[in-house]
């Protein structure tokens, strides 16, 4: 990796606010206007109110105001144990919940000292890999639609809706799975698992070549897309973002390989990189890391060892004091969790990271000097969920 | 490792008790045997830590007989955060004395300074030791110790392939220089910070709350903030009773 | 009355060239209800279409195969609370989806649905055109200002930006089409006999002039007659607003559009003069260069037998439906709760077969007898047929642009409206004039 200036001064655009409350300046020059895109409104993913100053369609900046779905998840964790805490987190990024469940398992595994066994590692990787798919598969639908074209939706949640049944017979749920217990899986692969699986990787390349189809060379994709919202990978970087935004900006850099963790380091798959950094490149990479998981769970169905699925494990989970920070690579990018233990079986601190949340502060950065229909198709490409925004 | 994950084996002290039944079947295989097989090596721990070991790989010592043992387990208290000794903590050691300790715990090594080392530090790990990206900026409430925030950057750096933690320790009402003009990441993260804690940055561009709606009294995260005293509180004014519990 | 009821029957030209005010009044109201029943339908196909692309069914329930959906529509449009914004300009408000319908449907004046089969045949018929549906301009813009609200105010400023700058490369692409009638050079059937500049702005006259040079606009002076088609194609979906250049009414974006605060029956009558509109252009379109009512190829498969053979198209067509409709009407789930629904989709399965018949019969008759009415009869329904299904085909594309494309940005819309097609339908009408002075 080249020289890579970590310098916020230099950044391109300064992340500075709006100044709404300056009374001396005019709020309004004769040519600015602020609008409200606000809390409800049909593209913003959730509850989102993004305040924009423009100079006719020209963005000059913007301040999101998020928390309309705080749910306090962090003081929760303070009131219950590290096991009932688990099912918390799968509400929080609702859209991949098995890679929350992964994150914090892992997390509270590592304070423990332990390690899940081989089997379950590979059931893990498995359905997180199926969850990623899953969940850039809801992320196109919708940013299609965002950007007008509104058949790529129903595609992609149908053919969804296999990956949710394999969920829904592995461990009852389609949305907020559950799937893992800490110390490993508490569900063994139900009869017809692995078959399914492949199954679908089978069923699923020919639909993924489907959306390339519809939207990768069309012009008007390409028009809306590239050169949208640009972001460079000192930027990406400065602001801490991560996940399909920061490769697409040119760093090659992914949890998976660069820490792995729960067994990664036995798959191959390649890191999809772009140049620009701008809408198309995201598309891009997230469909190439569609193809590259589909070839991670071909490596992993075909050689599931056998085993124990749940490492030894006391019953009352009590980690020894310590605290431990321990991130996955999430579908939206570095998910992490920072786990303080003061001994007893109620976590004292458990602090998520969450990957949309720092995406989103990119928003402004990305959409300065964009026309207004830009903020729309940023905002999709950032691929945030409100539920791990404010958590 | 086998230690920490078991459920805690009897040590020497529980004999000393001189507690009639076997402390557990699985210190010796005979269990049924009476306890003065046990006091007889003082505190060995090492001794009795082989004990243990042998004696879990016996099979023949599943225990029929087992009951609970009898309180007070000294046991080992597991992993402790030790020393982390590599080039980068020497050179600041050098530099920075007393004010930085540097430790590893399980594996993830941190730093501990002084408030007053805050923004030159963060920086100097930025421009010289290429710690170019912030991962998270947050805090940890202790109600009980003197200086009572944990404030604690996570930072990552490419090159390295290295994630390190800062922490620093801070009373009530103290503030901290903001990380900003170091790392751009920090402008929500520490707008975070003081929207659940109230510990305020200065220089932040924008200090104010984020996820909270702007007229929010108190700081959820602390440890003595209750849900209650808002519910008290609404109750109060606009029902007129002492409490709706 | 009756006198003049009887005395237009044996004419052969436009109730407005032949003078006769009530023919005139009949058509009027035949086009206007069969303009109407083309929009619910046009309705009911978008639904269908739409859904059937995206994997899905669409309506089902409300009538069989939801065909009665857009009449439940209308009826719940007209029974919505009529809303006003407060500080509305209240008669503007009232009047600018008038205005847009009025633009909409006064240009069925002058569409051709064959030799006679028209309201009047103006000889200034395609400015005519041209002129009347730019008003529907008005009516936006009427609509986004009484609307009282910024964001109507910009859909509307936006939507008639488009429209207007389409305009102009729509009305150069005609321009060129009706500069084809009047040079009659090489087609790709080989010159005409008649000389030089007898050129017309009627539309009969531009069909018929079609029908002499034997050949479709479309392939005349090739590529030339193509590109124009195609700038005129791309031009009338950014006219009436329809995807990919739906922007200023589409849902994902800031400004919601100049109908968003018109509910109930005002929005209904938006959505009316919208699709009214989209006929009158693809009307516009088969006119000019596809042969209006002309049938498919009239003069590489000449003669009584092919006439015979493709006036069984109508006929054919109809049975055909009525054949898609018997096999619904048999996959019908066999239960009680689909009782309803099973009868009613067979008897419109018979409507349909009715008709079928009877055009086939009419068909038929005019090969085998020698009557004059029926001969007449049989090539108006042929005249109209092929009229329609061209238009038809039009539609169809109109919802499978919607259901393929996302949609172009603003600017990048008025990009290709100012820098891509006008140059381009300019150079295609100089060029067309010099190769039609030359060959």
């Known amino acids: 990796m080249n020289e890579i200036k970590n310098d916020p001064a230099a950044l391109k655009h300064e992340l500075t606010n709006l100044d709404l409350e300056t009374p001396e300046k005019p709020h309004l020059d004769s040519n600015e206007l602020i609008i409200n895109m606000g809390p409800q409104h049909p593209a913003t993913h959730g509850v989102l109110r993004v305040i924009l100053k423009l100079d006719g369609e020209k963005v000059l900046g913007t301040e999101c105001v998020i928390g309309y779905l705080h749910r306090g998840v962090e003081k929760i964790a303070e009131n219950r144990t590290y096991a009932m805490f688990n099912p918390y987190v799968d509400r929080m990024d609702y859209v991949a919940a098995v890679s929350n469940g992964l994150g914090y398992c892992l997390a509270v595994e590592k304070l423990l000292n332990v390690e899940a066994p081989a089997r379950a590692n590979y059931i893990r990787v498995i359905l997180t890999e199926l969850n990623r798919i899953a969940s850039h598969q809801l992320w196109l639908g919708t940013h299609a639609l965002d950007i007008g074209a509104m058949t790529p939706l129903f595609y992609t949640f149908r053919d969804r809706e296999e990956i949710l049944k394999i969920f829904e017979k592995y461990c009852g749920a389609r949305l907020t799975t559950h799937a893992f217990r800490i110390g490993g899986c508490l569900y063994e692969t139900y009869a017809g698992f692995e078959k399914e699986v492949k199954n679908f990787v089978q069923f699923v390349r020919p639909k993924i070549d489907e959306y390339e189809k519809l939207l990768t060379t069309n012009r008007i994709w390409l028009e809306r897309t590239k050169n949208v919202g640009v972001i460079s990978a000192e930027d990406a970087i400065a602001l801490g973002v991560t996940g399909p935004v920061l490769r697409a900006s040119g760093v090659k850099w992914d949890l998976r390989k660069a820490q792995p963790y729960s067994g990664y380091q036995n798959f191959e798959f390649e890191i999809p990189t772009g140049e620009n950094g701008d809408t198309y490149d995201r598309y891009l990479v997230r469909m190439v890391e569609m193809r590259q998981s589909l070839r991670i769970i071909e490596q992993a169905v075909g050689a599931i060892p056998e085993g124990p699925i749940m490492a030894k494990v006391p019953k009352v989970i009590k980690p020894p004091v310590g605290e431990v920070y321990h991130s996955i690579e999430a579908p939206k990018g570095e998910l992490g969790y920072f786990v303080v233990s003061d001994g007893s079986t109620q976590p004292y601190r458990v602090r998520v990271r969450p990957p949309s949340f720092v995406n989103l502060q990119a928003l402004d950065i990305m959409v300065r000097g964009m026309l207004v229909a830009d903020v729309v198709a940023v905002i999709g490409t950032l691929d945030i969920v409100l539920g791990e925004v404010d958590r | 490792m086998v230690e920490e994950s078991k459920t805690p084996a009897t040590p020497p002290e529980g004999a000393k008790t001189g507690a009639p039944t076997p402390p557990s079947g699985s210190e010796k295989p005979a269990a049924e045997v009476s306890p003065p097989a046990q006091p007889s090596s003082g505190s060995n721990v090492a001794e009795k830590a082989a004990v243990l070991a042998t004696s879990e790989r016996n099979p023949a010592t599943s225990p029929a007989t087992t009951t609970k043992p009898p309180a007070a387990p000294a046991k080992p208290t597991g992993p402790v955060p030790e020393p982390w000794t590599a080039p980068l903590v020497e050179k600041y050691q050098h530099q920075f004395g007393s004010g930085l300790q540097a430790q590893s715990y399980l594996g993830q090594n941190y730093f501990i300074v002084d408030r007053s080392l805050i923004p030159n530090f963060l920086k100097l790990l930025r421009d010289d030791e290429q710690f170019d990206y912030c991962v998270d900026i947050t805090a940890v409430h202790y109600p009980k110790r003197e200086k009572q925030f944990d404030v604690i950057w996570i930072l990552y750096s490419f090159e390295r392939n290295e994630r390190i933690r800062v922490k620093t320790m801070i009373a009530d009402g103290e503030t901290l220089p903001s990380s900003v003009p170091i790392w751009a990441t920090g402008n929500w993260l520490e707008r975070e910070v003081y929207d659940m804690f109230g510990i305020k940055f200065e220089g932040h561009p924008d200090m104010k709350r984020i996820l909270l709606p702007e007229g929010w009294k108190g700081f959820p995260l602390r440890k003595d903030y209750s849900i209650l005293q808002q519910d008290k509180e609404w109750v109060q004014i606009n029902l007129g009773i002492e409490s709706g519990q | ?439």
Not at chain 3, 143 to 155: Q, V
Not at chain 3, 173 to 198: E, I, K, N
């Open chain 3, 1 to 439: 009355m009756l006198n003049a009821l009887m005395s237009y029957l044996g004419s052969n030209v436009t109730p407005g060239e032949a003078n006769n005010q009530l023919w005139a009044l009949i058509y009027v109201l035949i086009i206007f209800a069969g303009v109407s029943v083309a929009v619910v339908a046009m309705n009911w196909l978008e639904r269908k279409a739409l859904a059937h692309f995206q994997v899905r069914l669409g309506p089902m329930r409300v009538g069989p195969h939801g065909l009665l959906q857009p009449i439940a529509d209308a009826v719940k449009l007209l029974l919505k609370e009529d809303i006003i914004p407060a500080e509305a300009d209240k008669f503007v408000f009232w009047i600018a989806p008038l205005i847009g319908l009025l633009a909409a449907f006064t240009v069925y004046t002058v569409v051709p649905f064959g030799p006679s089969q028209a309201v009047s045949d103006m000889n200034i018929g395609i400015l005519f055109m041209l002129g009347v549906s730019s008003l529907a301009v008005l009516g936006i813009v009427m609509a986004g200002w009484a609307s009282n609200s910024h964001y109507p105010l910009i859909g509307a400023l936006r939507s008639s930006a488009q429209m207007v700058s389409y305009e102009v490369a729509m009305g150069m692409a005609v321009v060129s089409a009706v500069l084809m009638t009047s040079l009659h050079g090489t087609g790709l059937y080989g010159a005409s006999s008649l000389s030089d500049g007898t050129g017309t702005l009627s539309m009969i006259g531009i069909v018929q002039a079609q029908q002499e040079q034997q050949v479709w606009f479309l392939f005349k002076f090739f590529p030339l007659g193509l590109i124009a088609f195609v700038i005129f194609a791309i031009a009338m979906v950014a006219e009436t607003n329809r995807a990919p250049f739906d922007l200023p009414e589409a849902e994902s974006e800031l400004t919601a559009g100049f109908h968003t605060e018109y509910s109930g029956l005002r929005w209904s009558l938006f959505m009316l003069a919208e699709y009214a509109a989209m006929i009158a252009v693809s009307s516009i379109a088969v006119t000019l260069w596809l042969g209006g009512w002309m049938r498919p190829f009239p003069h590489w498969l000449s003669g009584s037998v092919w006439d015979f053979i493709f006036s069984l198209f109508p006929g054919l067509t109809f049975l055909g439906l009525a054949a898609i409709a018997v096999r619904g009407t048999l996959r019908m789930p066999k239960h009680n709760y689909f009782r309803v629904q099973t009868i009613g989709l067979g008897a419109f399965a018979l409507v349909l077969g009715g008709i079928g018949l009877l055009l086939l019969a009419i068909a038929i008759g005019a090969r085998a007898s020698s009557s004059e009415a029926i001969a007449r009869a049989a090539d108006s329904m042929n005249n109209i047929y092929w009229f329609m299904i061209k238009i038809a085909v039009f539609m169809y594309l109109f919802i499978w642009y919607r259901a393929t494309w996302p949609r172009y940005r603003f600017d990048q819309l008025m990009k290709v409206g100012w820098k891509v097609m006008l140059p381009i339908s300019l150079g295609v009408l100089i060029v067309t004039a010099i190769v039609g002075v030359i060959a």
